[in-house]
C-alpha cells in the first residue's frame, strides 16, 4: 500500500504538472480538493484519466470521482481494490 | 446601425434558413445516436451533415469537382453564397469583408492530411473562401470558442461603423471530428441521450454540425432599412474572470453583457431570449442566474440546441438566424428537449410555440475562456418610425489612446519597454519556464497552462508590472483582445497525440481546455481580474497596423472601457512570438 501510495503521488505531480512539489509534499490523508493542492475541476478530470490509463478503472463522471478523490489514501484504497492493470 | 440584407443556414436538418426554420417547427432534429462515431469507443448523440448531399449543393456552385475543399470549407461556401444572393451584393468588391467565426476549423486534418501543410491554418480557411468569391480582403477569422458566432456579428458592426467596409459576410461553420468530440466526452460534458436545456435532469449537451451566414450592411436611414430586416441594436462581450473551463455560478460576465446591451432600453419589448441553453447543468444554471439577476425571469426563454446539438463556431449565427426567422412569422419557437425545467434561477422557458407581435429579440451565448456575448436584436416592422438608437460608433472628441508599457517576447530575448531584460542562454530547453522564474513570478497554475497560455500569461505579467492598479476587484473597463496566426495549433498537436493511437487512446482533458485560443484572453482576465471584452482573431500575418485599428475599434465600441491589453501573441512549431502592449484611453478636458 505505502508503495501504491508513493507511486500515485509520483503520477499525480505529473498529470497535474504540480511544479516544484514532490511527494513528500503531499499527505496522503489530506483531502485532494479544496484548499491543500489548489486543485480544480480540470484537474478531477485527469485523475479520471489516470486511473484509466494506469490502473484500468474507468469512472462514468465527476461526481463518482469526488468520493475516490478524497484523498491519495482513499485513491489508493480503490485502486487497489479495483485495479484490472 | 447595422442590419441584415441576406442570410442561409446549411445544417443536416435542411439546407436553406426557411428549410431549417420550417423543420424545426414541426419538431424535426437530426441528433441521432452513434455507437462508435469517428471510430470512438464511447457512444453519443450528433447531428451530422449528409456528405453527399452537401457535396451535391457544392456541385452546383463549383465545376472543378469537390475534392479541393474541406467539409467545413464546403459547408461555409455554400452558406455564404446564398447570403450573398439574397443580399444581391458584389462579393469580388473591395468593400465586402469575409468574416469567419469558427473553433476548430479542419483540426481533424491533424490525424491526417491530404491538403497543404497550411491547411490546419483557421486563416488559411478563410482565405480560400474569401477567394472563392474573388474578395480582394483579408478575411477576419473570430476564435473566440463558443461565443464565436455572436462575437464575430459584432466584430461585422464595429468594422462596418468604422466606416472601412459597407457589406460584412459573416459565416460560422464547424464539422465534427474524433478530435472535437473526445475532448468533450473528456470533459464528461457529453449527454448519451437527447439534450434536454434548462430541463431539472438536463445531464450535458449534443454536438452539431452547421454553417450559417448572414451578410450584414451599414445605414444611417432607417427608412431605407428592408421591411423585416433584422437590425443588431446592441452587442457585449464580457469576461467572468473566473475559470477557464467553468463558468462563473453567479452570472458575472453574462449579466454585465446583458446589463450593457439593455441600458436604456425598455426590456418588456423583448419577445424572447434565445438562449445558449447547451444543457449542461453548469452552463443553464448560470444563464439562469444572470437571467433573473437581470429582471428578466418572466421573460420567454428558449435554446435550439434540442434541434441541432451545439453546433460550436456555427452557433451563434446559426441560432441569431432562427430568431429572427420567428419574429419574421410572429411565432417564439419552443425549447425542444425541456421537459420539466430546472435552473438554479426561476427562468420562463417556453415549453410550447407561441404566437407574438413583438419585435425584438436577445441572444445570449457564453464559452471556454469565461467568455460571454449578448446581443439585442430588432426587426423591422413595416413604415415604423425610428425607435431605438442603433449601435454605432462612439463619437469621442478628445480622447488619447496612449501605450503604457510593451513587452516582445520571442525566442532569444524579453523586451520590456525596449530594454532586454530577459536573455535566453545556450542550453535552456525550457524557455518559458526561465522567463517565469527570473521575473520571480508566482503562479502554481502557470504550470498548467499550454505553451501559447505561458507565453500570454508572461507578457501580460510584465506589461503590468510597474502599473498601479486594482488587483484585488473585477473590472469592467479592462479588456484583453489578442490575435495570432496559428491559434492553439501547439497544443492542438499534443491533444492530437493523446488520441491518435488506438491502443494508447487517452484523450486529456486538462489539454483539451486549450485547444481553444481565446483560452490565453480567460488566462490573463483570470490573473488580472479584467470583466470587459475579451476576444480573439486570427490573421496570416503580424502587422502593427491590425493591432491599431482592433485597439481603435474595441475603444469605439466599448465607451466603458478604459485599459486593454493587446496585441500578437503567436506559439507554433516551438516559435513563440509575442508583441503585447498595454494602452489606455484617457479623454482630455
Known amino acids: 500500500m505505502e508503495e501504491l501510495i508513493l507511486e500515485l503521488k509520483e503520477g499525480i505531480i505529473d498529470v497535474l504538472n504540480l511544479e516544484g512539489m514532490t511527494p513528500a509534499d503531499i499527505d496522503e490523508n489530506a483531502p485532494l480538493f479544496g484548499e491543500g493542492l489548489g486543485l480544480d475541476s480540470i484537474d478531477a478530470l485527469e485523475l479520471i484519466v489516470l486511473m484509466d490509463k494506469n490502473y484500468g478503472i474507468k469512472l462514468a463522471n465527476a461526481e463518482q470521482g469526488k468520493e475516490i478523490f478524497k484523498s491519495v489514501r482513499v485513491m489508493a484504497e480503490y485502486i487497489q481494490a479495483n485495479r484490472t492493470k | ?76 461556401i455554400i452558406a455564404a453564397s446564398q447570403a450573398i444572393e439574397e443580399a444581391n451584393i458584389a462579393a469580388d468588391r473591395d468593400n465586402v469583408i469575409f ?91 457529453l449527454s448519451k441521450e437527447r439534450c434536454k436545456p434548462f430541463d431539472a435532469n438536463r445531464c450535458g449537451l449534443n454536438l452539431g454540425e452547421a454553417a450559417a451566414a448572414i451578410v450584414y450592411t451599414t445605414g444611417s436611414d432607417f427608412t431605407q432599412v428592408p421591411n423585416n430586416a433584422l437590425i443588431l441594436r446592441a452587442g457585449a462581450i464580457n469576461n467572468d474572470a473566473n ?95 425541456t421537459d420539466t425545467p430546472g435552473t438554479a434561477s426561476p427562468v420562463n ?70 530594454q532586454t531584460i530577459i536573455t535566453r542562454t545556450g542550453e535552456s530547453d525550457n524557455w518559458m519556464a526561465d522567463i517565469y522564474h527570473s521575473i520571480g513570478m508566482q503562479y502554481p497554475k502557470f504550470f498548467k497552462m499550454d505553451n501559447l497560455c505561458k507565453a500570454g500569461t508572461l507578457a501580460a505579467e510584465l506589461l503590468l508590472k510597474d502599473v498601479d492598479f486594482d488587483r484585488e476587484t473585477v473590472k469592467p473597463d479592462w479588456a484583453v483582445v489578442l490575435m495570432n496566426q496559428a491559434s492553439s495549433l501547439d497544443d492542438d498537436r499534443h491533444y492530437q497525440a493523446t488520441i491518435q493511437d488506438a491502443d494508447n487512446y487517452y484523450p486529456s482533458p486538462a489539454i483539451f481546455v486549450y485547444t481553444l485560443a481565446n483560452i490565453v484572453t480567460g488566462e490573463i482576465a483570470i490573473r488580472h481580474k479584467i470583466g470587459g471584452e475579451s476576444s480573439f482573431y486570427v490573421f496570416p500575418a503580424f502587422s502593427s497596423e491590425l493591432v491599431q485599428k482592433t485597439i481603435d475599434q474595441c475603444f469605439a465600441a466599448n465607451p466603458e472601457l478604459t485599459q486593454i491589453i493587446c496585441g500578437w501573441v503567436d506559439y507554433d512549431n516551438g516559435r513563440c512570438d509575442v508583441r503585447m502592449y498595454l494602452v489606455q484611453l484617457t479623454i482630455n478636458n
Open chain 2, 1 to 76: 446601425m447595422i442590419y441584415s440584407i441576406g442570410d442561409s443556414i446549411i445544417s443536416p436538418l435542411a439546407m436553406t434558413s426557411h428549410g431549417n426554420f420550417d423543420a424545426i417547427l414541426r419538431g424535426e432534429s437530426r441528433l441521432q445516436y452513434y455507437e462508435h462515431a469517428f471510430g470512438l469507443p464511447e457512444p453519443c448523440f450528433l447531428s451530422l451533415f449528409d456528405e453527399v448531399r452537401l457535396d451535391q449543393s457544392f456541385s452546383a456552385l463549383w465545376d472543378y469537382g469537390t475534392a479541393g475543399y474541406t467539409k467545413m470549407e464546403k459547408a461555409a
Open chain 2, 99 to 189: 468574416i469567419l467565426s469558427t473553433t476548430k476549423g479542419n483540426v481533424d486534418l491533424l490525424e491526417e492530411n491530404p491538403y497543404e501543410p497550411e491547411r490546419v491554418y483557421l486563416w488559411r480557411s478563410a482565405q480560400l473562401i474569401a477567394e472563392f468569391f474573388d474578395n480582394p480582403n483579408t478575411p477576419v477569422v473570430v476564435s473566440n470558442a463558443c461565443i464565436s458566432g455572436c462575437a464575430a456579428q459584432i466584430t461585422a458592426a464595429n468594422l462596418l461603423n468604422a466606416g472601412r467596409y459597407q457589406y460584412a459576410v459573416v459565416v460560422g461553420a464547424e464539422t465534427l471530428s474524433k478530435f472535437i468530440v473526445s475532448g468533450f466526452q473528456s470533459f464528461k460534458a
Open chain 2, 243 to 337: 475559470h477557464i473551463s467553468g463558468p462563473s455560478r453567479t452570472g458575472e460576465g453574462l449579466l454585465r453583457s446583458i446589463t450593457k446591451v439593455t441600458r436604456g432600453y425598455d426590456t418588456s419589448r423583448i419577445t424572447f431570449i434565445n438562449a445558449h441553453g447547451t444543457a449542461t447543468p453548469y452552463n443553464d444554471d448560470m444563464e439562469s442566474v444572470a437571467i433573473y439577476r437581470a429582471g428578466l425571469q418572466d421573460t420567454p426563454v428558449n435554446s435550439l440546441k434540442g434541434y441541432f446539438g451545439h453546433t460550436l463556431g456555427a452557433a451563434g449565427v446559426l441560432e441569431t438566424i432562427l430568431s429572427h426567422q420567428a419574429l419574421k412569422h410572429q411565432t417564439v419557437i419552443r425549447s425542444m428537449g
Open chain 2, 349 to 418: 422557458v417556453v415549453l410550447q410555440p407561441q404566437p407574438t407581435s413583438g419585435d425584438a429579440f436577445m441572444k445570449l451565448i457564453s464559452g471556454f475562456g469565461g467568455s460571454n456575448a449578448a446581443l439585442l436584436m430588432e426587426i423591422k416592422r413595416n413604415n415604423e418610425s425610428v425607435k431605438t438608437q442603433c449601435i454605432a460608433s462612439l463619437q469621442r472628441e478628445k480622447t488619447t489612446i496612449s501605450v503604457i508599457s510593451e513587452c516582445k517576447i520571442n525566442d532569444d530575448s524579453v523586451i520590456l519597454n525596449g
